[in-house]
């Protein structure tokens, strides 16, 4: 059997606020679910792949082009700065079709899984903005390349309809910080 694992990152100001601040142990066990499932797979049958993408005012993930992201990489994902706002719902509708994608060439069997794992601390206040004529790229410190869009205006239903269209798509949604909303 094959895994896919989409992991949807909250890059979000919000996410500094906790005491402690809960943005780099975030991204630490991001990191930490890639290398052992990378580590699970290693010499057995089967494939474990992954997608990363992490969220504020904007969506982001690694570029189409350039280099291939590394697990550490995702340990360089810029930090947020103050005021940015959360698309949270947005996010999870962008990695949601992104699986639905893959799903076409990857992990598809009648074995394979998709998984997606939601690490936020759960406020949404920004995806129902348009500003879906946003597209920038970027580069983190370790040089991963990646590209910043923006999204149509959407909700937790049409996140959920995406979900749902998915045929073997499970999703796990973890609360993250002090004040989990």
Known sequence: SSIHLGLVLDASYSMLLHNPPAFDP???????????????????????????EW??????????????????????????????ATKLFAAVESQALRMLDRYATTANGPHDHHVMIVLSDGADNYS???NSNIANSGATASGAPFD?????????????????????????ALGLGSKVE
């Open 128 to 130: 129902w903005f348009d």
């Open 148 to 172: 910043v869009v923006g999204w149509d205006s959407t909700g937790i239903d049409a996140a959920v309809d995406v979900i749902t269209t998915h045929p073997n798509l499970t999703v796990h």
């Open 55 to 84: 969220f504020n005012e904007t969506l982001a993930y690694p570029a189409a082009s350039g280099r291939a992201w590394q697990p550490d990489d995702i340990l360089t994902i810029p930090e947020p700065g103050p005021g940015t």
């Open 26 to 52: 975030m991204l630490q066990a991001a990191r930490n679910a890639v290398v052992e499932g990378l580590a699970l797979y290693a010499g057995r049958p089967g494939d474990f792949t992954w997608d990363v």
